[in-house]
DNA sequence: CGTCGCGCATCGTTCAACGATCCGGCATGG
DNA sequence: CCATGCCGGATCGTTGAACGATGCGCGACG
């Protein structure tokens, strides 16, 4: 590390540094443990269904009981977990009614956010959007078909970013989660994600052309197909 | 209840009815006492910026710390708390930012809902719409400005009631709930809530028409208007 | 006057325990 | 053979107490 020649500038300078980058206290035990279990449900490690112990997840993640329930409250909350009381918790299983209700709030705010975006942050939002298409172009070279899906995910939530609401953001991120589990549910991911890789394509030029009603239009129709048959593999298989 | 000549199909009846109709097991007491809590907030007679000290609720309200940090939990969850590391629970204390991040989603969310109305329910959920309109006016007709600001609350939470997704629903109670909090930190409801009663009676009868795109655009003003007299108000009083 | 340290109050986390509830298996009776 | 009822084990909901960690206020000291 560099000697500032003068302490107080250097203390000023560190001062600034820290003022911007947000202090990192993402402690909290019970944090650590939901950020834990939504990425071994999310990965597919803990597939829908299937029955979370208290006891025998507290020992495996060496945190008490208490802790463990918290983070399993926080993500009931997330609409991940599910608690039947005096059973315990389970990976929530989507059915066609609640796929057709996120669907539903999907078509509201997708295209009203791309619709809406606000002018100002646009360089960096129409960026992010752009990204998660070459993503989803990258992945489906290398033929990873998870990650493709990660990249489809990347780009709706890009899309509800041209909005520039944190709260619309969050809430799209729990959509989105509840859209993995029912992927899970379905069959492999490639028949499923990869005929979208074209249109993010075409909506992301239309939202760099500033195109927005076209764009909007286009991602209602995108959803409104992708529902259909999301529906249909998920009422061809099993209840 | 009338008796069905044939057992068998009345069994068959009745399991379909009890399906449907799902148990009612609302006990747990940590979610009754995240309702009290959370009433006792919107109600305004716990304000922002109080600090909820653990152990005194606890012996308060008859409850574990346990149980209690619990509903805390929960309640963070739904911005009506802010927890601060080892200091405590806090009312949320909206700031200028939050009020302009609220209404952003809010721009994107009421007006699509309204314009991409679902056919099917409009019946019960347009009269919903009706029905908050005129429970203002009762209210304002007994100078009761509190109940003024509950039947918009009531409005708005119908007007997003027309896209009929439960999902949507319930990010707009939260929202809901945050602007509550905003507006115990301005002064009386009566100058803010008052001028809105003819405005929401303008977008009920062009819902209640079917002219959906002009009630659209009509909510967008609305809600614009709303939000630089919030926002006015708010930087007019202390920070 | 400003800074440093100390004690107190509170929070975060853990542990042990008790009653309540649910699930599975067994026995009894038709 | 199948249905009904009963019982034990396992798990959850809730409580109470405890220990270390952290923040805040106050006094002492330079």
New binding site residues.
Partial sequence: MTVAADPDQAARAALEALSTARVAQT?????RVADALREQVVEGRLLPGV??????F?DAM?????????AFSQLVAERILV???????FVTTPGVADVHDVYRSRRIVEPAAVRHGENARDEAAVSRVRDAVEEGRAAAGREDWAGVADANQHFHRALVGLAGSTRLDQQMDLLLAEMRLTFHRMGTHRDFHEPYLERNDAVATLVERGELEEAAREVADYLADAETRIIASLSGART
């Fill in positions: 402690s909290s035990t019970a944090e029955r979370l112990g208290e006891q025998s507290c060496r945190v008490s009981r208490n802790t463990l329930r918290e608690r039947e009381a005096h059973r315990g918790v």
